[in-house]
T-cell receptor, first 112, second 111 residues
Framework: NAGVTQTPKFQVLKTGQSMTLQCAQDMNHEYMSWYRQDPGMGLRLIHYSVGAGITDQGEVPNGYNVSRSTTEDFPLRLLSAAPSQTSVYFC???????????FGPGTRLLVL | DAKTTQPTSMDCAEGRAANLPCNHSTISGNEYVYWYRQIHSQGPQYIIH???NNETNEMASLIITEDRKSSTLILPHATLRDTAVYYCIVRVEGSNYKLTFGKGTLLTVNP
């Protein structure tokens, strides 16, 4: 198993550009989540999904869209990047019957 | 969700036990205590969780006080690789796919 994978590892955007952060897991997990982590801070929840076709907002959803068309993939879309979205983004997944949540390696995003 | 309070930083000598405290005085009866850690620049890693009984796994032990208002994560023989930020989080069981992380405790294990 590759676990939770995220691409790209690093990205530089200009203000106003859009992009999609990819997240995939090969563990057939029902639950997937996106977090952002700003320097010196803990993680904050952006969006989450409890299964294919079901998503919901977290603590800081503004400026981000998600969809869950398959169990494996949970992409995060930045509609119009802003410098305030400069952060490290982590994707996580968890099986319905487990308490262990697995995190990906993160995507470092810099918005100029 | 119950709020947690952790020290900002702690030091521990390699090979000794590391005891990381967490206060959660407003915890509800159905809320569990979860511990995660984040080694520099990596994604967080689940360590352990518990409701009221002490728990132990291959990574650590979790001691929860009888009134459940505080807990301690114990790493029995800390190594340099245990240097990380440790997060104590209180959640209803089954909802840890939407966690709220505070700033945690930076544990530095010294040689």
């Amino acid at each position: 198993n590759a676990g939770v994978t995220q691409t790209p590892k690093f990205q530089v955007l200009k203000t106003g550009q859009s992009m999609t952060l990819q997240c995939a897991q090969d563990m057939n997990h029902e639950y997937m989540s996106w977090y952002r982590q700003d320097p010196g801070m803990g993680l904050r929840l952006i969006h989450y999904s409890v299964g294919a076709g079901i998503t919901d907002q977290g603590e800081v959803p503004n400026g981000y869209n998600v969809s869950r068309s398959t169990t494996e993939d949970f992409p995060l879309r930045l509609l119009s990047a802003a410098p305030s979205q400069t952060s490290v983004y982590f994707c996580a997944s968890r099986a319905d019957f487990q308490e262990t949540q697995y995190f990906g390696p993160g995507t470092r995003l810099l918005v100029l | 969700d119950a709020k947690t309070t952790q020290p900002t930083s702690m030091d521990c000598a390699e090979g000794r036990a590391a005891n990381l405290p967490c206060n959660h005085s407003t915890i509800s009866g159905n809320e569990y205590v979860y511990w995660y850690r984040q080694i520099h620049s990596q994604g967080p890693q689940y360590i352990i969780h518990g409701l009221k009984n002490n728990e132990t796994n291959e990574m650590a032990s979790l001691i929860i006080t009888e009134d459940r208002k505080s807990s301690t994560l114990i790493l029995p023989h800390a190594t340099l690789r245990d240097t990380a930020v440790y997060y104590c989080i209180v959640r209803v069981e089954g909802s840890n796919y939407k966690l709220t992380f505070g700033k945690g405790t930076l544990l530095t294990v010294n040689p």
